[in-house]
């Protein structure tokens, strides 16, 4: 069975840093993309970043020269580095992967998600 845990949030004071990561476990085949998504109080879920398996990656408009994410293929580990945070920021993250199992089809899987809050 597969698996996405994620890691790494938390409370930050605005300008402050934090870094996500999300580990895929189980029966993998393969894994193509992987993206990290948001869901703030109230809001509907979107899109902050997303790597390919090769490494092209692509950010939501509102975090474009803030945040960066990185794979370590070897690994079946995502990253997402978050710098100068901002109180809109705060939501809580989820790790998402398009994966090949081993045993059956390839779907889209989503982790338990973590909660970062930006806050004085």
């Known amino acids: 069975q597969v698996q996405l845990v994620e890691s790494g949030g938390g409370l930050v004071q605005p300008g402050g840093s934090l870094r996500l990561s999300c580990v895929a476990s189980g029966s993998l085949f393969s894994i193509y993309v992987m993206g990290w998504y948001r869901q703030a109080p109230g809001k509907e879920r979107e899109l902050v970043a997303r790597?390919?398996?090769?490494?092209?990656?692509n950010f939501a408009d509102s975090v474009k020269g803030r945040f960066t994410i990185s794979r370590d293929n070897a690994k079946n580990t995502m990253y997402l580095q978050m710098n100068n945070l901002k109180p809109e920021d705060t939501a809580v993250y989820y790790c998402n992967a398009d994966i090949r199992p081993l045993y059956g089809s390839r779907g889209d899987y989503w982790g338990q998600g973590t909660q970062v809050t930006v806050s004085s």
């Open positions: 790597i390919t398996l090769g490494g092209i990656t």
